[in-house]
């Protein structure tokens, strides 16, 4: 059974940086693609950012291009998000998935992943 633990959210002011962490346990974490989406209240779950199993292969949300990375270290099961140039409009919860996919392969849906994270709360103050 997969299992995703997400950290590093908190409060920071317009302009500021955070990196989030997804820790993945239960399964081999190089045969998984990952993801971040994030939800804000009142809207629906939202792609940010994509990576594929050997971190060759990366695609953004246009709204984070050029401000969020992603990035993956495969010897620690973590994948990471650094958030830099952070907007109020960022504020949201934001969640890791696991898709188990071919090398290279990404997905931008939430329907290609089959393992959620719990969340973790990114409030942004301007």
């Known amino acids: 059974q997969v299992m995703l633990a997400e950290s590093g959210g908190g409060l920071v002011q317009a302009g500021g940086s955070l990196r989030l962490s997804c820790v993945l346990s239960g399964r081999t974490f190089s045969s998984y693609a990952m993801g971040w989406f994030r939800q804000a209240p009142g809207k629906q779950r939202e792609f940010v950012a994509t990576?594929?199993?050997?971190?060759?292969?990366?695609s953004y949300a246009d709204s984070v291009k050029g401000r969020f990375t992603i990035s993956r270290d495969n010897a620690k099961s973590t994948v990471y998000l650094q958030m830099n140039t952070l907007k109020p409009e960022d504020t949201a919860t934001y969640y890791c998935?696991?898709?188990?996919?071919?090398?290279?392969?990404?997905?931008?849906?939430?329907?290609?992943?089959?393992?959620w994270g719990q969340g973790t709360q990114v409030t942004v103050s301007s």
């Open positions: 998935a696991a898709g188990a996919a071919a090398l290279g392969r990404v997905g931008t849906t939430q329907g290609w992943y089959g393992n």
């Open positions: 990576i594929d199993r050997s971190g060759g292969t990366k």
